[in-house]
């Protein structure tokens, strides 16, 4: 009986609704996803079954029950909406208006300062790195990272140490040396002093970080014949290996521009292959908060120094999806590499030699290090000075 009753009552509450006021929908934009979808709120408490004959009276459809609020999400034509506001047993009837997840978008990239410092970004109006090949000669590359792996060319690519396996970086210092070089500019993570130039992983040290001169002399018979033009090394050791010596000249006459870390000696004398004439060797610089560059205290310094590079807090890209800021001449070296290949995207003929000369004449000679030439004796510290992308692409000053 009480059932009979109740949908007496429902039926009169809708005969007796005024007619032609129907919910109307905001011409022009189109429709939220879901946006046919209302929440319909009771006065008092009807039961299941008279609330599911009103629905079906209006031609809606119960989407869920949402007994917290005495109500339900209904889903049906225009006209729905008017009929039930008429019904007695209804509260409420309002849009099920849409929440969007509040989840952060991807953070933004960020120019790490070196990058900024040496103004490649300035560069990149003239010259990205666009196809010239640079071989990472180090751990290996993390070769599906997000920021590197569009760069990465696996044909350039190889693991001296374990030839039946992917140079794949399972130490974390080559792709962070790849990233200062190229990382992608996606807006993503961060961005490379070359963010379109092509990267060669060519594996010479273990995951623990260190090589065997036989290691690094395969790996230099790697890139050449491969249409390699730089090769970054940002490793060192004290003693002289006449076959890497040999393996140097022969990638240079290859014309491979060899870019090396001056090495973390404090104070003490620039490694090998850095020491070796036709490798550019780079000591590392930081900067201050007001902005002045100072020599790094762990950076090595000598007579073959040829530029200096920043190597303080260096932002990049690290192993598997990671980033991490490090610190040495193995992070200041590679801002020269890709400073080298902007140079070769723009004069791809250019040898080593001119390679040399250009990065030269045209680094930023830090005062606050000292004259960068005294008849002909280059500075210790900082060689003809800071690597400067933007010069040394466009040969003169960039604004
Ligand atoms: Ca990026």
Known sequence: ???????????????????????????????????????????????????????????????????LINGRAVRGPESMVATLRTSILVKR??????????????????????????????????????????????????????DLKDNINTNCSYNTIDPSKAPEDQNGHGSHVAGTIAAVHNGIGVVGVAPKATLCAVQ???????????DIIEGLSWVIGKGIKVANMSYGGSELCSGEKEALDSA??????????????????????????????????GQKTDGTLYFASFSSKGPEVDLTAPGVSIPSTYKKAGYKTLSGTSMA????????????????????????KRLEQTAECLGSLGSCSTNG???????????????????????
């Open 1 to 67: 009986m009480k059932q009979l009753r109740s949908i007496g009552l429902l039926m009169l509450a809708v005969a007796s609704m005024s007619g032609g006021a129907f919910a109307q929908e905001p011409n022009g934009a189109p429709p939220e996803p879901e946006n046919d979808r209302w929440i319909v709120q009771f006065e008092g408490a009807p039961s299941e079954n008279e609330i599911d004959a009103l629905i079906s009276y209006t031609g809606g459809q119960t989407v869920k029950r949402l007994h």
């Open 93 to 146: 009837v309002e849009k099920d208006v849409i929440r969007k997840a509040t989840a952060k978008p991807a953070p933004s990239q960020t120019i790490p300062w070196g990058v900024d410092r040496i103004d490649a970004e300035k560069a990149w109006r003239t010259s990205t790195g666009s196809g010239v090949k640079v071989a990472v000669l180090d751990t290996g590359i993390s070769l599906s990272h997000p």
């Open 204 to 214: 010479v040290l273990s995951a623990s970080g260190w090589g065997y001169c036989s």
């Open 252 to 285: 240079d006459a290859a014309g491979i521009t060899l870019v090396a870390a001056a090495g973390n000696n404090y104070g003490g004398a620039v490694d090998w292959p850095a020491k070796h004439e036709k490798v550019i060797a780079v000591t590392a610089v």
């Open 333 to 356: 070296a590679p801002h020269v590499s890709g400073v080298a290949a902007l140079v070769l995207e723009k004069n791809p003929g250019f040898n080593p030699a001119d390679v040399k």
């Open 377 to 399: 004796t280059k500075n210790w510290l900082q060689g003809w000075g800071l690597v400067d992308a933007c010069k040394a692409v466009n040969g003169t000053s960039c604004q």
